[in-house]
């Protein structure tokens, strides 16, 4: 009878455990799901640094297999990353640490991940840490595509601002010349020595539009490659300028006085802008007669 009782006891603790192991091997299968399913890296790690979970984006960013890993040391399954940021963080996140790294790339994919270290704590004592690495490779590589948009959208509109720049201002001065010189031309036509000479200043200032509006495409070219600068004769630069400027000049009686100027490396749009807004506004905010002195002397750094 003793037998027969004993033998009962242990088929219904044997029945007990059976159905406890099936309980934990569901909560086991249960976990893992939940981890597999995280678009996150996830890797779970007991109070000596072994691996105790691997979810299957983690094992398929490391190149590993989960099986592989579990029971395994941080060390032993990446001994290239020995004393990296990851390995160091791990470790004081097993000492009680919550660490993020926020930009962390990795050296095996190339991508850029969020790293969150978690310490697993319980009665205070820190059994284990959870490692989630999240993916922002496709954030970054929109964000930055929005970032080159914006600069690309930025360039256009200070190309648009020049060709504005150009149009009401610039080309002034060779439009008032064309215009009248065409007012000349046609008061003088029947004398071909005065039509010929307002002709050639017509065709001289129309070049010259035509020169300010190509320094302008070709300032916009140069922005979009990157090399804005280039040698630029600051003689010839004041010589447009004095071109374009020629009737207010003579109307004013401006005199000059210019010394040889440098060639420098500079943009020569805005070099051109810079002479003459210099040059109009030294005519137009003065009396007849003005003087004009122009030179250049080399500074100490």
């Known amino acids: 009878k003793l037998a027969l ?10 029945s007990e455990l ?22 996150d890296l996830i890797c779970v ?21 989960k099986g592989d890993v579990i029971g395994k040391t941080f060390e032993q399954v990446y001994p290239t990353m020995l004393d990296s940021d990851v390995h160091q963080n791990l470790k004081k996140a097993l000492q009680g640490q919550l660490l993020l790294d926020s930009i962390h790339k990795s050296p095996d994919t190339n991508h850029i991940y969020s790293n969150y270290y978690v310490p697993l704590v319980a009665n205070n004592e820190v059994y284990g840490a959870v490692v989630i ?30 060709f504005a720049y150009i149009a009401s201002h610039d ?17 003088n036509i029947h ?16 070049r010259r539009m035509a020169a300010l509006i190509r ?29 374009d400027f020629e009737l207010l000049i003579e109307e004013k009686g401006v005199i000059f006085h210019q010394d040889k100027l440098p060639v420098i490396r500079g943009i020569s749009p805005q070099l051109n802008q810079l002479f003459s ?25």
């Open 277 to 301: 807004n210099l040059i109009s506004n030294s005519i137009k905010f003065s009396e007849n007669n003005p003087v004009i002195n122009i030179s250049a002397e080399k500074l100490a750094a």
């Open 45 to 65: 790690y007991d109070n000596e640094g072994r691996f105790m979970a691997m979810n299957q984006k983690c094992a398929e960013g490391s190149r590993v297999l």
């Open 133 to 162: 690495a999240h993916d922002n490779t496709g954030i970054i590589e929109v964000t930055e595509k929005f970032k080159n948009a914006n600069e690309q959208l930025i360039r256009t509109n200070q190309e648009l601002e020049q």
């Open 5 to 14: 009782e004993m033998e009962a006891t242990v088929l219904e603790r044997t």
């Open 191 to 206: 004398d071909p020595e005065l039509a010929n000479k307002y002709f050639e200043k017509i065709n001289t200032s129309a």
């Open 215 to 243: 320094d302008v495409l070709n300032y916009s070219s140069l922005t979009r490659h990157g090399d804005q600068y280039q040698q630029v004769d600051l003689n010839e630069i004041i010589e447009n300028v004095k071109t």
């Open 171 to 187: 080309l002034q001065e060779p439009l008032r010349k064309i215009q009248t010189f065409s007012d000349l031309f046609k008061q």
């Open 18 to 39: 059976l159905k406890k192991n099936e309980e934990l091997r569901r909560q086991k299968e249960f976990v893992e799901t939940i981890l597999d399913s995280s678009v």
